[in-house]
């Protein structure tokens, strides 16, 4: 896969990029194995639905790069994906079969959200020149292990970055308003909700298209907050 991954990105330093993309998925103890595969094949079709790759390959001017990992306790991350450049449909085919063979690296361990994030933050502080930085954090539960997701924004770079979330909803009453009070930010930052790993698919090509065409809706969120 890396060698993949360095193929596609070969030469591309003087190509123009308008958005450089972190998909991260929970993978902590409370997503069993079934649950696992809802979120690895959900992204994959997510990914393969015709209107993202339309979103992607002629959605406005520059390439799509994106990098994928999972995250669960303190130290448990596992990067899938190093940073790919989506530029046709050969590529994306070839990211989609990648993700849709994904083998779990950790199963385990809690659910450390802000040492998930701020491993996002460091990936994407080697993230090609693009004119728009999006993490898309994905989860089904608030951070009880380790410093809080609120704490990465003030601790690591993510200057200019937005950081949205996917909740799936299920057992964690209120992880919607947490995500929104607590882990999303920066411009235009907005939160999907997943009706449980049956409804991930959806809702993760619902957010891929939103975020790709960077649509904003409605008025002020907690997105707009100051940062620091």
């Given at each position: 896969?890396?060698a ?7 030469g ?6 308008r958005?450089a993309?972190?998909?991260?998925l929970?993978?902590?103890s409370?997503v069993?194995?079934?649950?696992y595969d809802?979120?690895?094949l959900?992204?994959a079709l997510?990914l393969?639905?015709?209107d993202v790759?339309h979103?992607?390959l002629?959605?406005?001017?520059g ?7 999972e995250?669960?306790g303190?130290r448990?991350?596992t ?7 989506l530029?046709t449909e ?27 994030l701020s491993?996002?933050?460091t990936l994407?502080?080697?993230a ?9 954090i994905?989860?089904d539960?608030?951070?009880?292990h380790?410093f809080?997701?609120e704490l ?7 200057e ?7 909740v799936?909803s ?7 308003a947490y995500?929104?009070?607590?882990v ?7 939160v ?9 698919e959806?809702a993760?090509a619902r957010?891929?298209?939103r975020e ?6 409605g008025?002020?969120t907690?997105?707009t907050r100051p940062?620091g």
């Open positions: 896969l890396a993949f991954c360095a193929a596609l990105w070969a591309a330093a003087e190509a123009s990029c958005l993309l972190v998909l991260a929970d993978v902590s409370s069993d194995a079934v649950e809802q979120q690895r959900g992204l997510a393969n639905a015709a790759r979103a992607i002629r959605g406005g001017t390439d799509v790069a994106i990098a994928v990992y995250w669960s303190m448990q991350q990067l899938h994906l190093d940073w790919t450049a530029r050969r590529d994306i085919d070839a990211v989609v079969a990648a993700l849709g063979g994904m083998e779990r690296g950790y199963d385990d361990f809690p659910t450390a959200l802000g040492y998930g491993y996002g933050a994407m502080a080697r090609p020149h693009c004119a728009r930085h999006v993490i898309n994905s989860g539960g608030e951070n009880n380790g809080g997701p990465v924004r003030k601790h690591f770079p993510l200019g970055v937005t950081v949205n979330g996917l799936i299920g057992d964690v009453p209120g992880i919607a995500y929104r009070e607590h999303i930010s920066g411009p235009g930052a907005f999907e909700i997943a009706d449980g790993f049956d409804g991930f959806t993760m957010k891929l298209f790709i065409n960077d649509i904003m809706l008025g002020a907690p997105s940062r």
